[in-house]
């Protein structure tokens, strides 16, 4: 059983260049979770999907981010025009929805803008 | 609107003394209540969640918490510290319904000495 996997772990950009992030959830588990966390916070909830359907966003998901997940399976973080603010590291986690809602998480995509 | 804090950025101990890392939460409704750990430049690991069984839970490595409905807390401990439980250990609370996201709170880092 693997776990959640993301890629890039690490990624170094320029401000106003795009950026984007894929993640495998655990393979049965239909519902897909973005986090962002910067140094010294606990990760803030940005977008949660289940199966396809894009059903929760965080005020903290400005326009200049767009999350997909098509067929229900791996899912795309797209930072668009980043600026230095955007720095953080962002994570995945999936569930299953079942037994208390346990979410597993990925190792996190290290971003950070120059 | 559900909240965690957790008391203390950071907390420091000697190898073989106890561990103990305070949570604190507020829920309008019956919590599902989780503690994550995160090793340097890596995801979170789950290391156990109450979901409304028995108010002492256990979880990996030998951490335990304990759910108090009557304090809203759920503090973490650990007999004897060791120093491979040098990382930072998150608070996480999410609602009992039918999918919720997690609020975490800012964490605690747990260093421990020789």
């Known amino acids: 059983d693997t776990g959640v996997s993301q890629d890039p772990r690490h990624k170094i950009t320029k401000r106003g260049q795009n950026v984007t992030f894929r993640c495998d959830p655990i393979s049965e588990h239909n519902r897909l979770y973005w986090y962002r966390q910067t140094l010294g916070q606990g990760p803030e909830f940005l977008t949660y999907f289940q199966n396809e359907a894009q059903l929760e966003k965080s005020r903290l998901l400005s326009d200049r981010f767009s999350a997909e997940r098509p067929k229900g399976s791996f899912s795309t973080l797209e930072i668009q025009r980043t600026e230095q603010g955007d720095s953080a590291m962002y994570l995945c986690a999936s569930s299953s929805g079942t037994s208390g809602n346990t979410i597993y998480f990925g190792e996190g995509s290290w971003l950070t803008v120059v | 609107a559900q909240s965690v804090t957790q008391l203390g950025s950071h907390v420091s101990v000697s190898e073989g003394a106890l561990v103990l890392l305070r949570c604190n939460y507020s829920s309008s409704v019956p919590p599902y209540l989780f503690w994550y750990v995160q090793y340097p430049n890596q995801g979170l690991q789950l290391l156990l969640k109450?979901?409304?069984?028995?108010?002492l839970v256990k979880g990996i490595n030998g951490f335990e918490a304990e759910f108090k409905k009557s304090e809203t807390s759920f503090h973490l401990t650990k007999p004897s510290a060791h120093m491979s439980d040098a990382a930072e250990y998150f608070c996480a609370v999410s609602e009992s319904r039918g999918y919720s996201t997690l609020t975490f709170g800012k964490g605690t880092m747990l260093l421990v000495s020789p």
């Open positions: 109450y979901t409304s069984a028995a108010t």
